[in-house]
T-cell receptor, first 112, second 113 residues
Framework: DQQVKQNSPSLSVQEGRISILNCDYT??????FLWYKKYPAEGPTFLIS?????DKNEDGRFTVFLNKSAKHLSLHIVPSQPGDSAVYFC???????????FGTGTKLQVIP | ETGVTQSPTHLIKTRGQQVTLRCSSQ?????VSWYQQALGQGPQFIFQ???????GRGNFPPRFSGLQFPNYSSELNVNALELDDSALYLC????????????FGPGTRLLVL
């Protein structure tokens, strides 16, 4: 049972435009959500997180939005840069427990 | 500051064999988690160690076992290898077992023939 779903395996965006990556989850007990970025031959790198008590968190060009009623979160990258080309994983956890449930990833390509 | 390192980078084994994968945590980190990432999938949590004790486990059979040493380095052992164990194995360390950021190593690619 896939509790965290990323339904778009890939996304292409022009440099300078906005990239929007989407994620849905089924377990309403999740209370902490994260986005990781992964380049080939490297491990995932933490990007940004959001607690379930918030609906938005911003860090520079990256903003994560959380819609608890829809069990949906999204990552916005503005403006997109070629160096953002990577696989992005949405992830979720519950309580203070560090077990993290990952989605299947979305491969983002930013075209110069 | 040295990041998380894993060895070996690649490994080929045959079905039924046993394998040991190693992970060196980032300096100052006392918590390590192991993940399995099958092709086309996201990482799946195997287990976590905190100060040498197992601190949680995902849906993996007992033939997946681990150790954490006093220097906080870690091993993942898999017995009786199956073809489906072919995957990228990632370890991640963090300075605590709460919501501190996990830092991932580059992984070990295991192929079981």
């Amino acid at each position: 049972d896939q509790q965290v779903k990323q339904n778009s395996p890939s996304l292409s965006v022009q440099e300078g435009r906005i990239s929007i990556l989407n994620c849905d989850y089924t377990n309403s007990m999740f209370d902490y959500f994260l986005w990781y970025k992964k380049y080939p031959a490297e491990g995932p790198t933490f990007l940004i997180s959001i607690s379930s008590i918030k609906d938005k968190n911003e860090d520079g060009r990256f903003t994560v939005f959380l819609n608890k009623s829809a069990k949906h979160l999204s990552l916005h990258i503005v403006p997109s840069q070629p160096g953002d080309s990577a696989v992005y994983f949405c992830a979720a956890s519950l309580g203070s427990y560090q077990k993290v449930t990952f989605g299947t990833g979305t491969k983002l390509q930013v075209i110069p | 500051e040295t990041g998380v390192t894993q060895s070996p980078t690649h490994l080929i084994k045959t079905r039924g064999q046993q394998v040991t994968l190693r992970c060196s945590s980032q300096s100052g980190h006392n918590t390590v988690s192991w993940y399995q990432q099958a092709l086309g999938q996201g990482p799946q949590f195997i287990f976590q160690y905190y100060r040498e004790e197992e601190n949680g486990r995902g849906n993996f059979p007992p033939r997946f076992s681990g150790l954490q040493f006093p220097n906080y380095s870690s091993e993942l052992n898999v017995n009786a290898l199956e073809l489906d164990d072919s995957a990228l194995y990632l370890c991640a360390s963090s300075p605590g077992q709460g919501r501190e950021t996990q830092y991932f190593g580059p992984g070990t690619r295991l192929l079981v023939l």
